[in-house]
């Protein structure tokens, strides 16, 4: 189905090593988010996009960094200074940040770092 | 910022039966109380919400009731059936004109297993 794509499923890195995470949406939306979802947690913001070419830090971006230079992408990049790295991954869309607004989540990537 | 409980971490009901899940939040200033639905290797999907404006909502077997006074809300699934299975995530938003989603705190989710 449509949506959001996120690539690859699995990825797995040495430590060290910075990786990038892929995100693509053909919804038209504008805002894009990206979440960290660990067992026993709830989803975490990570990073959010309003607009291209805009982004703002979530409640857990050290480590992390992110690039808005198109509409419809959103890449995630776990730098090497992410203390615990190994985590399911999920990226999301919504028309815009406001009411009636709900987020479209991608399928997620499943990093592993050894 | 809010901070979002929910319980319980697990419930198993047999097919047919009700679950409730429940969540409070701390920010009385929080309007907007969406529930995500994760199905084993999919993604969440948002399968109903409620705005501080109304005390309960329902589609077809799901309700969400929402008590301001109390600071909680609940979901509640009625004569359960196997697909209903997944993680239920509650969260709470302040949710304005032009910002709100950003500002969306989830709960830890709950592991909902229907028993045929």
């Known amino acids: 189905d449509g949506g959001i794509t996120q690539s690859p499923k699995y990825l797995f890195r040495k430590e060290g090593q910075n990786v990038t995470l892929s995100c693509e949406q053909n919804l038209n939306h504008d805002a894009m988010y990206w979440y960290r979802q660990d067992p026993g947690q709830g989803l975490r913001l990570i990073y959010y996009?309003?607009?291209?070419?805009?982004?703002q830090k979530g409640d857990i971006a050290e480590g992390y960094s992110v690039s808005r230079e198109k509409k419809e992408s959103f890449p995630l990049t776990v730098t090497s200074a992410q203390k615990n790295p190994t985590a399911f991954y999920l990226c999301?869309?919504?028309?815009?940040?406001?009411?009636?607004?709900?987020?479209?989540f991608g399928n997620g990537t499943r990093l592993t770092v050894t | 910022g809010e901070n979002v409980e929910q319980h319980p971490s697990t419930l198993s009901v047999q097919e047919g039966d009700s679950a409730v899940i429940k969540c409070t939040y701390s920010d009385s200033a929080s309007n907007y109380f969406p529930w995500y639905k994760q199905e084993l290797g999919k993604r969440p999907q948002l399968i109903i919400d409620?705005?501080?404006?109304?005390g309960e909502k329902k589609d077809q077997r799901i309700a969400v009731t929402l008590n301001k006074t109390a600071k909680h809300f609940s979901l509640h699934i009625t004569e359960t059936q196997p697909e209903d299975s997944a993680v239920y995530f509650c969260?709470?938003?302040?949710?304005?004109?032009?910002?709100?989603?950003?500002?969306?705190?989830f709960g830890t989710g709950t592991r909902l297993t229907i028993i045929p």
């Open positions: 969260a709470a938003s302040l949710l304005l004109s032009n910002f709100g989603n950003e500002k969306l705190t």
């Open positions: 999301a869309s919504s028309i815009w940040t406001g009411f009636n607004s709900p987020l479209h």
């Open positions: 996009s309003q607009i291209v070419n805009d982004f």
């Open positions: 409620i705005r501080s404006n109304v």
